[in-house]
Nanobody
Framework: QVQLVESGGGLVQAGGSLRLSCATS????????MGWFHQAPGKQRELVAA???????YYGDSVKGRFTISRGNAQNTVYLQMNSLKPEDTAVYYC?????????????????WGRGTQVTVSP
């Protein structure tokens, strides 16, 4: 099992920026996908961005051009740089881990999850 701990959420005004971090530990795989999902109240959990161990990235349509996913040098930390934030970005953001590089955008495909961090964007 892989342990994931998110940090970096908070309250920001529209147009502002936040950087989320996800630290991993435990039994990681050499081939993996890490994703950031968000879930707003009353809505389904949705993939925001993902990155594979090979460095391939994916972005949801609503965040393309505004968010950037990246990995730290040690590859045990994944970041989500969020710029030009909008009130509709308000949600709990979860980090997730999948022991495969095959792309998947559904939560059920991911093996391990963090507890989430709240992002609130005020108008």
């Amino acid at each position: 099992q892989v342990q994931l701990v998110e940090s970096g959420g908070g309250l920001v005004q529209a147009g502002g920026s936040l950087r989320l971090s996800c630290a991993t530990s435990g039994r990681t795989s050499s081939m993996y996908t890490m994703g950031w999902f968000h879930q707003a109240p009353g809505k389904q959990r949705e993939l925001v961005a993902a990155i594979t161990s090979g460095g391939r990235t994916y972005y949801g349509d609503s965040v393309k051009g505004r968010f950037t996913i990246s990995r730290g040098n040690a590859q045990n930390t994944v970041y989500l740089q969020m710029n030009s934030l909008k009130p509709e970005d308000t949600a709990v953001y979860y980090c997730a881990y999948k022991r495969s590089i095959l792309f998947a955008d559904v939560p059920s495909a991911y093996d391990d999850w963090g507890r989430g961090t709240q992002v609130t964007v005020s108008p």
